[in-house]
């Protein structure tokens, strides 16, 4: 299908500066394009937060033995209090030595990513 668009203007409208070489073949295609288009609601997937390490490192074994024998709630729980209890401790060596808390969150991000490497966040 060849169309010639036309530089010379838009008198007349738009619809009159493309002409066809087959008249048919516009014709053709205005009827198969709808006419609405309904625009549903798109399926978005759940954002996952998985790590990286996930079933590596040196004590991912038992963690992931011990999710299975408590269940995944009382797990959650008890490693949301782990990791409490550990960020208590860093806070109170940082107080005693007399880091700022821009050093303290440095080092909740360390302990963070060496969990994960070790596979305590597995």
């Known amino acids: 299908m060849a169309i010639s668009i036309s530089a010379t203007g838009f008198k007349g409208g738009l619809g009159s500066c493309f002409h066809s070489v087959a008249g048919e073949e516009y014709g053709m295609l205005a009827k198969s394009v ?3 288009v309904g625009a549903g609601k798109g399926v978005r997937a759940q954002p996952m937060m998985k ?5 590596k490192g040196l ?3 038992v963690v992931v033995v011990t ?3 408590v269940g995944k709630k009382r797990f959650n729980q008890l490693r949301g209090k782990a990791i409490a209890l550990h960020s208590q401790v860093i806070n109170e060596f940082c107080n005693s030595i007399g880091a700022d808390t821009k050093q303290k969150q440095g080092l909740i991000r ?3 990513k ?4 070790l596979g305590f966040l597995a």
């Open 110 to 112: 360390l302990a963070k």
């Open 67 to 69: 999710r299975q024998i």
């Open 51 to 55: 790590n990286v390490n996930e079933g």
């Open 114 to 117: 060496n969990g994960e490497r």
């Open 59 to 61: 004590f991912a074994p």
């Open 34 to 36: 709808p006419k609405h």
